[in-house]
């Protein structure tokens, strides 16, 4: 590589311990007493309750009748941010407060635990996207599906087709049990380990909703695997439990906990202790409720679980996890091993009952109500009642029978989805960017688009001999809500001065990956002091790296 800028880790900030002598709202050390504004309004009322104002009032007599506190704190316990009003450039969102940046429509987002979807729902998301939200929906990096243009007026009447056919938005957002990601994968794959999808169900069924644990800290973020391509990203959740063979107890899952990325990433650790199938979401229980009463609740950008294992370290958490909170030692456990294959799960492959599992690729997650109708018509054709997202922005459609095949790609071809993506496609991701968000300070969707269809034009000649990914991750601030620190390329949307005026550009941070088959382990990007791209010239940036690249690369070098 030529660039060889002076780099720094990003990590500190999360491993510094809270200061002493003062309460950090610990609530089992410090007492309840709340200490920020958030704090103050969570514990007059949760964020649950709000629904029923929703329903009865908000609902009836629109956007204006709604007060600050439910509109920007408790609607998010029901999957609802106001999106960004138009018009307002990146360079004003640090200047204007809350109010002043929303617009009066919402982005709505489902949650769908291991990003599972049956036919049926897939029709009333396909409707949804239609009647309520101008045709908008996007796969998010979390499995789920998000909306916008959605009007409070129409909320009811959106959950009352979601959850006919078994869907929610209960703590989609808020500082809550957020949607669990699952192995798109489960109860499918002829390599599996274990099929996560009891455990998932099991905590679902008990915990999400419940108001004991609806004031959290802050969010929290869980995944669930089984397959041994470690397809849930678990380096980067709160909590993960990855399947693992252990030598006498069989199959069941590695513990990892204290992952998250945001401005002060930091990867998860493993516990060292192996879980059984049986105590899976027991355990879970415990864990949350570690964060519930020992999670810091004195700064919001201090209050991931991260930052109390940064201070506890593993050793400690599995002590008052075993002794707090379930009672009983736990027997140690082995890791995971070395990821057997990408984990987005692109491409047709067969599964243990015979039938395909079809991955295709959209444009960084961008689909819309016409692609989910297309789909459900395609599924509905070759007999498939499931489909599944993943935590790469891709989709997969099981149980394709394989005289089905061949017709099925052609048709998910025409949706724009595609099953033998080019390099590029497939691995950049983009979050919301400034279109919809109110952090946002750049654009981040159609720059990452525009930036895909350049690169696979340009560097055509040399697609052949790109076999190792290179990743691109395009957020749109420091957030890193398509993760930033885990890209070979990450970008981190801020305005750059270029002659005096400031434009649209990203701070890049190189060499971040999750573990995978070419990767022992995962590892955070370095920020590159002073590389910084503008959004007009992010094609021309990335072609010169790949191309440096492959002019350099040892034999069999891998990019990361
Ligand atoms: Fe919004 Fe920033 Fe997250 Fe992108 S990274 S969705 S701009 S908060």
């Not at 456990?333 to 990408?342: E, I, S, V």
């Not at 420091?478 to 305005?495: E, F, H, V, Y």
């Amino acid at each position: 590589m030529t660039v060889t800028v002076t780099s720094s880790p990003d990590a500190p900030p999360a491993t510094r311990p809270p200061r002493p002598g003062r309460s950090n709202g610990q609530w089992k050390v410090d007492g309840a007493e709340p200490l920020n504004a958030n704090e103050v309004w969570k514990q007059q009322e949760g964020g649950l309750g709000v629904r029923e104002r929703i329903e009865q009032v908000y609902a009836k007599e629109g956007f204006g009748s709604i007060p600050p506190e439910d509109l920007s704190g408790r609607f998010r316990w029901w999957g609802l941010y106001t999106q960004r009003r138009p018009g307002i450039d990146g360079g004003r969102t640090a200047q204007l407060d809350d109010t002043e940046l929303s617009d009066e429509y919402f982005m709505l987002r489902v949650r769908l635990d291991g990003g599972a979807i049956s036919l049926a729902q897939l029709r009333v998301l396909a409707d949804i996207s239609h009647e309520f939200a101008r045709g908008t929906a996007d796969i998010s990096d979390r499995q789920n599906i998000q909306y916008h243009w959605i009007r409070v007026e129409d909320v009811p009447e959106i959950w009352r087709r979601l959850e006919a056919v078994g869907l929610q938005t209960t703590e989609a957002c808020g500082d809550t049990p957020r949607v669990i990601l699952g192995s798109p994968l489960a109860g499918v794959a002829q390599d599996e380990i274990i099929d996560p999808t009891p455990v998932i169900d099991e905590i679902l069924g008990l915990y999400v909703g419940d108001p004991e644990l609806a004031n959290l800290p802050r969010k929290f973020k869980s995944a669930i695997t089984g397959h041994p391509s470690l397809d849930v990203v678990h380096e980067i959740n709160d909590i993960s439990l990855v399947g693992v063979v252990h030598p006498q107890l069989g199959a069941g899952y590695d513990l990892w906990v204290g992952g998250g990325l945001s401005t002060s990433p930091r990867l998860a650790e493993r516990v060292g202790v192996f879980v059984r199938p049986e105590e899976a979401a027991e355990v879970w229980h415990g864990v949350i409720r570690i964060f519930r009463d020992y999670g810091y609740r004195r700064l919001r950008n201090k209050a991931r679980l991260k930052f109390l294992l940064a201070e506890w370290g593993p050793e400690k958490f599995r002590q008052v996890l075993q002794d707090e909170y379930l009672g009983r030692e736990l027997p140690d456990g082995p890791p995971p091993a070395r990821a057997t294959g990408p984990g987005d799960h692109v491409g047709v492959h067969l599964q243990k009952d015979g039938n395909r599992y079809i991955g295709a690729a959209p444009v960084v997650g961008r689909i819309s109500g016409d692609v989910l109708t297309g789909l459900a018509d395609l599924m509905a054709h070759v007999g498939s009642d499931r489909l599944r997202l993943t935590p790469h922005q891709k989709l997969v459609v099981l149980d394709v029978p394989g005289r089905f095949v061949r017709g099925a790609v052609t048709r998910l071809e025409k949706l724009g989805l595609s099953t033998a993506p080019s390099p590029f496609r497939r691995h950049t991701m983009a979050c919301t960017g400034i279109e919809f968000c109110k952090l946002a300070i750049v654009e981040t969707k159609a720059t990452a688009a525009t930036t895909i269809a350049a690169l696979e034009q340009r560097l055509a000649d040399v697609t052949e001999q790109l076999d190792t990914p290179i990743s691109l991750n395009v957020n749109g601030c420091p957030n890193s809500c398509a993760r930033i620190q885990t890209a070979d390329i990450g970008l981190k949307g801020q305005l750059v001065t270029i002659e005096g005026e400031q434009v649209p550009g990203f701070q890049v941070h190189l060499g971040g990956g999750l573990a995978s088959v070419d990767r022992d382990e995962a590892g955070l990007g370095r920020t590159v002091r002073g590389l910084k791209v503008t959004a007009d010239d992010l094609p021309d940036y990335v072609e010169r790296v790949v191309r440096t690249f492959l002019d350099q690369r040892e034999p069999a070098e891998t990019f990361s």
